[in-house]
């Protein structure tokens, strides 16, 4: 047996704690856990400790002799990529905002999904659920409520088709909360978008501040989320809200927080979420971003702010988690599409064309030489924005009639 190499010791309040990141269990230690890691390491006899052993094997806090932490870790991390865990899909059906914020990253582009993308994303959709994958959907933007219609006929479709194939089918929204009416409320229901993300920027004058609509009416946007989140709430969506936190706000979060409490909404999950300018379009902002650093110190003491007002602190991020891989970003089911039909591998990266890996309504799907060519070189393709075609596109007749030639060859000989 051997310490494992992810172990951290720690004192705090005068006892000892080990954490192990591999498992991300945490445990309060005396001098015979110490113990039986130093003879682990110098190889000492260790008899009479059997059940304190198999304690730290469980919590990986000692692991065989034999076992490559390293590789196993690598392990986890190429499941996390290519594992079938289903097809998940971030959609942005349009760019458009009504809102206008000073860290947007969207892409200004106007217009919504046209019907042939719309058609082609169905289409990935049916032929994942056909093969038993599950289903995730996540609708986001710009503002995905502005394209409400397009929303709301697609989600009917994946439904019907994840019913068709016997496959679990689940769907999420990220929008801005200022649209939303009695009458989404029930169309989301009905269309089993059962969980959303607004963001609350801080206590109303701070928030519309930060989040004002592009027309503005003069009685800014917070009232208004506020009692669209009730509503939201009223019919079992699970909200969870996002504070956008940078150097301008940081200090009235709190206040933000005694509000969601006075409105009996301290039952939401509170998202702390770190501002960093994602583009040039957004580099501005970069004197009043915190760095991470500052941002982890910041979420640390609102951990014991929330904790202390009751808000649910207890789910990640306030405890780590293992991950097996690290976003969508590095996972081969995951995509995010833009109106376009672009696809990108990141949330950050919609709307910027240069960073798309692909169209889903591109060429490649109905060319018949796709299974050999699979759209060429990624790193390519993402730099001259389309498909960077494999040498059989243009070779491949010449190499199918020389191995012809040369097999009719050796069957005469």
């Known amino acids: 047996m051997k310490p494992s190499k992810y172990n951290l010791i720690f004192e705090h309040k005068g006892k000892k704690l080990a954490f192990n990141s591999y498992t991300c269990a945490l445990a309060e230690v005396n001098e015979d856990f110490l113990k039986i890691l130093d003879s682990c390491q110098k190889s000492r006899d260790l008899e009479g400790y059997e059940e304190l052993i198999n304690n730290m094997k469980s919590g990986n806090y000692i692991v065989d002799d034999d076992l490559d932490e390293t590789l196993a870790l690598k ?16 959609i942005a059906p349009t760019l458009s905002c009504n809102f206008a914020c ?7 582009t106007k217009g919504v999904m046209l019907p042939d993308v719309q058609q082609s994303v169905i289409q990935l959709v049916e032929s994942a659920a056909k093969s038993k994958s599950n289903i995730g959907i996540t609708w986001y933007g710009g503002e995905p409520l502005v394209a409400k219609d397009i929303v709301f006929s697609m989600s009917e479709k994946f439904i019907d088709i994840c019913r068709k194939y016997g496959v679990n089918y689940n769907a999420s929204i990220v929008t801005n909360g200022y649209l939303i009416d009695d009458s989404i409320v029930d169309d989301m229901v009905k269309c089993r978008i059962f969980s959303a993300q607004i963001t609350i920027d801080g206590p109303e004058d701070v928030h519309n501040q930060r989040r004002k609509l592009k027309v503005d009416n003069g009685q800014g946007t917070f009232k208004k989320i506020i009692e669209n989140i009730k509503r939201l709430i009223s019919k079992n ?11 301008t706000n940081a200090t009235r979060a709190e206040e933000l927080l005694d509000v969601l409490k006075s409105n009996g909404l301290d039952k939401c999950r509170i998202n ?11 580099s501005s902002i970069m004197p009043d971003c915190f760095d991470t650093q500052e941002y982890a110190n ?3 003491k609102y951990q014991a702010i929330l904790n202390s007002k009751g808000f649910d602190s207890s789910s990640y991020p306030y405890y780590p988690g293992t991950k097996s891989n690290y976003c969508c970003a590095d996972s081969i089911s995951s995509f995010v599409i833009d109106p376009l039909g ?5 949330w950050n990266d919609v709307g910027n064309i240069s960073r798309k890996v692909g169209n889903i309504t591109d060429e490649c799907k109905n060319c018949n030489i796709l299974p050999i060519c699979m759209g060429g070189c990624p790193y390519e393709g993402q730099k001259q924005g389309k498909p960077d ?8 007749l010449d190499t199918l009639k020389f191995t012809y030639e040369k097999q009719c060859t050796c069957n005469k000989n």
């Open 75 to 90: 392990l986890l991390n190429y499941s996390g990529k290519f594992k079938n865990q289903g097809l998940n899909l971030v």
């Open 102 to 108: 000073p860290y947007c990253f969207e892409s200004p």
């Open 237 to 247: 969506i699970d909200v969870s809200i996002r504070v956008n936190i940078d150097k």
């Open 272 to 282: 702390l979420g770190h501002v960093r300018p994602y583009t040039t379009a957004c």
């Open 298 to 300: 910041i979420n640390t």
């Open 342 to 346: 672009n696809m990108y591998k990141c």
């Open 389 to 396: 075609c494999e040498k059989w596109k243009y070779n491949l």
